[in-house]
């Protein structure tokens, strides 16, 4: 399935058109989308797609789309996550994920602007696979890992460098955190929409020019790994986001160094979620 919130409404997206939940249920599922990344409300979601009859679905402005997990209780993320990116960065691959928090209050929707706070000049840019977590986990095994994801969605980590890097402790959530830094969707792809969900192509753009691509087999530590790990420490929650890392090619490891300023257009795509594509404004 393809699920979104769409004007902060639950709803199925069925090829080029919306099915609005709570009218298709009767009432059964209310309008928040947090219906969507409950995995117990799976099978209805998908009874509904299935019975859902033309004049149920409409036409939508994709304008109106937002991140499917807006009030994230949550959001984890890896730092050096792709096997390309240490090797940009002249790191030695990490035995260990080296994990931060955003703050829910950066999320943003797919195309919303990216807001530059004056005087921020090393604003960066990291196009990410992002999972949505479905059910709670605690010490959950690799294994188990995909069977309690509710989805996979796209993602940007845009980072103030200058503040990440400001002596004398160098720090993450914060820089990472501002309003908007975190524009996540378009969509949500339930995991059975993967032939290999440990094998997604996520790719960015700066104005027309592409500065990253990769996949999540170059991960260093898979999408299960990462979970697990995270879970031995901190209890999951649906509606959880999980950042898991970006390709090589981002702005601070470019020569020339490439980095976001007012009028370019960051664009990100996830295979199988679809393209966001986030102005860049003060």
Request: proline share 8%; with cysteine; aromatic share 8%.
């Amino acid at each position: 399935m393809k699920l979104a919130n769409l004007a902060g409404r639950a709803t199925v997206i069925v090829g080029d058109r919306a099915l609005d939940v709570e009218k298709a249920s009767s009432g059964a599922l209310g309008p928040d989308p947090a219906v969507l990344y409950d995995l117990a409300n799976h099978d209805e979601l998908r009874r509904l797609e299935r019975s859902a009859s033309d004049a149920d679905l409409v036409a939508y402005d994709e304008s109106r789309l937002g991140p499917v997990s807006p009030r994230a209780p949550k959001i984890l993320a890896v730092a050096l996550n792709y096997r390309g990116h240490a090797e940009e960065s002249g790191i030695p691959i990490p035995e260990a994920p080296t994990a931060f928090g955003k703050f829910t209050s950066s999320l943003a929707g797919p195309y919303q602007p990216v807001i530059v706070p004056e005087g921020i000049d090393k604003c960066d840019f990291e196009a990410e696979v992002v999972v949505v977590i479905g059910r709670t986990m605690r010490a959950v095994a690799p294994e188990a890992v995909w069977e309690g994801i509710a989805g996979v969605t796209g993602g940007q980590d845009v980072t103030d460098r200058r503040e990440q890097w400001r002596k004398p402790l160098n720090q993450f959530t914060f820089a990472k955190s501002y309003d908007t830094f975190s524009p996540c969707g378009p969509l949500m792809a339930t995991v059975d929409e993967y032939d290999d969900p440990d094998d997604i192509e996520v790719a960015g753009w700066v104005d027309d020019l592409e500065v990253q691509r990769g996949r999540t087999s170059d991960l260093i530590f898979s999408v299960p790994e990462l979970v697990s790990w995270l879970s031995t420490y901190v209890t999951l929650e649906p509606g959880d986001l999980v950042f898991t890392g970006t390709p090589a090619g981002c702005g601070v490891r470019r020569v020339p160094r490439l980095y976001l300023e007012p009028g370019m257009t960051l664009t990100t795509e996830v295979q199988g979620v679809g393209t966001m594509r986030n102005p860049i404004s003060r």
